[in-house]
C-alpha cells in the first residue's frame, strides 16, 4: 500500500496539474494531436501528441499546443510542457525528435517499439540530457520486456498494455487480467534483488481495452496507479479522424468478434516497417474479409488505394479503409469532448467501487 501511494505521490510531483484516479490519452498517430492533449491535460489527465514515426511536422502540432497552453493556469513541473509526445521508435528520426525535445521540454515522453534495445537506451540517453526534467515512458506488451526495460533504461513509467488494445501492439500477448498483476509482481521482486540502493520502480500504468470507469476501477485493483485510454477518444471532436472512420467506432459492438489483431491492415496500408512482433488490432471489414479469402496483396492494395476516393463512405463492413479500434469499441456510445471523458470517467469510478463494497 505504501509504494502505491509512493507512486501516486511521484506522479503529483511530476505532474502537478493531474488529478486521480490518473487518465491518460494514448499518444495515437495522426490522431491524437495538440488539441486534444490539451484538452486531456486541462481535465487533470495527461494528453499525448502521437507523432508516431513521422516527426517531419511536429514542431507544428507543439507551437498549437504551447498557444492553446498559454490560454491555461495548468502548472507544470520544471516549466515543462504539460502534455506529452509519443514516438514509435522504429520510424521517428531521433536526432530531428531530440532537437524537439529540447525545444519544447514536454513532461513527457513516450517510447514504443523501438529497433532494438541499445536503440532504446539511446533515445533515453540523450532525451535525459536534452530535456532532464522530461520523463522517459516505455510500452510493453509482456513480462519479459518489461523486465528488459526496467534494468536497461530504468523508464520513469511503465505502460503495460493487454491484447485488447486497438492499433499496433505484440501479436502474442495476455489481456490485462494476467499480465498486468504478473508484471508488478515480477518487478517487484527484481526490486528485491537489487543492492546499491539505485533502482527507482517505474509507475505502472494499465492500457488496453479500458474505456469506462469500470474498467478504470479494474486497473486500479489489478495494482495500476492510472490508466490509458485510446479507443475511447475516437469519439471525441479533437480526435483527428473522418466522420465515416467515427460513425464506424460507434457502430462497431461485441469487439471481440468485430475486430481483429492482424498485418492485413499494414499490408494494405503500406505501413509495413513492422517487426514481425507487432500487428494491430482494427474493426473487421471488406479488406480484411478479402485478404483471409485469398485475395492478392497487389489487388488488396489496388482496391485500397481506390476506396481512400470514396471519403467517408469508405469505412464499414463494405468498406476497405483501416478502423484501429480496441476489443472496448462496444462500450464508446457517443460524441464527448475530450475532457468531458476524462471528467467523466474519472468521476465515475468512486460511483464504481460504491457499487462494489456494497457486495463485500
Known amino acids: 500500500m505504501k509504494q502505491d501511494m509512493d507512486h ?8 502537478p496539474w493531474i488529478q486521480t484516479p490518473l487518465i491518460v490519452g494514448a499518444p495515437m498517430r495522426l490522431i491524437a494531436l495538440a488539441d486534444m492533449a490539451v484538452e486531456i491535460s486541462k481535465a ?10 513521422d516527426v517531419s511536422d511536429l514542431s507544428t502540432h507543439l507551437e498549437h499546443a ?8 495548468l502548472a507544470s513541473s520544471s516549466n515543462t510542457l504539460p502534455i506529452g509526445i509519443g514516438f514509435i521508435n522504429w520510424g521517428a528520426d531521433l536526432a530531428a525528435s531530440i532537437a524537439l525535445i529540447a525545444q519544447y521540454r514536454p513532461s513527457a515522453v513516450w517510447f514504443f517499439a523501438p529497433a532494438s534495445s541499445a536503440s532504446l537506451a539511446d533515445w533515453t540517453a540523450q532525451t535525459r540530457r536534452a ?8 510500452q ?25 488494445a486497438g492499433g499496433h501492439g505484440l501479436a ?35 492500457a488496453g481495452g479500458i474505456a469506462e470507469s469500470r474498467g478504470v476501477l479494474a486497473a486500479l485493483s489489478l495494482g495500476a496507479a492510472g490508466v490509458v485510454m485510446g479507443t475511447r477518444f475516437l469519439a471525441a471532436p479533437e480526435a483527428q479522424i473522418s466522420r465515416g472512420y467515427q460513425a464506424e467506432i460507434l457502430r462497431a459492438g461485441d469487439g471481440g468478434q468485430t475486430t481483429v489483431r492482424t498485418k492485413v491492415y499494414d499490408t494494405l496500408r503500406g505501413t509495413t516497417g513492422w517487426a514481425e512482433t507487432h500487428n ?14 485469398g485475395m492478392a496483396e497487389e489487388e488488396g492494395r489496388r482496391l485500397y488505394a481506390l476506396e481512400m476516393q470514396r ?48 457486495r463485500l
Not at 510493453?140 to 485488447?164: I, M, W
Not at 498483476?181 to 520502480?201: H, Q, R, V, W
Request: net charge negative; charged share 25%; proline share 3%.
Open 8 to 15: 501516486i505521490s511521484r506522479l503529483k510531483k511530476d505532474y
Open 44 to 53: 487533470g489527465g495527461i494528453g499525448f501528441i502521437g507523432a508516431g514515426t
Open 66 to 73: 504551447q498557444t492553446l497552453l498559454s490560454r491555461t493556469a
Open 131 to 138: 530535456s532532464p526534467h522530461t520523463k522517459i515512458w516505455v
Open 140 to 164: 510493453v506488451g509482456c513480462v519479459r520486456d518489461a523486465v528488459d526495460v526496467v534494468r536497461e533504461v530504468q523508464p520513469d513509467v511503465l505502460v503495460v498494455q493487454g491484447t485488447d
Open 172 to 206: 502474442r500477448g495476455a489481456s490485462l487480467v494476467s499480465l498486468l498483476p504478473e508484471t508488478i509482481d515480477t518487478l517487484a521482486a527484481l526490486e528485491k534483488k537489487t543492492e546499491d540502493g539505485s533502482y527507482m520502480p517505474p509507475t505502472i500504468l494499465a
Open 280 to 293: 494491430a488490432r482494427g474493426v473487421i471489414n471488406r479488406g480484411y474479409v478479402d485478404a483471409e479469402a
Open 311 to 358: 471519403g467517408d463512405g469508405a469505412w464499414g463492413v463494405d468498406g476497405r479503409m483501416t478502423t484501429y479500434a480496441g476489443s472496448s469499441v462496444g462500450l464508446v456510445r457517443e460524441v464527448k469532448g475530450a475532457g468531458e471523458i476524462v471528467r467523466e470517467v474519472r468521476e465515475g469510478v468512486r460511483a464504481v467501487l460504491d457499487v462494489v463494497s456494497a
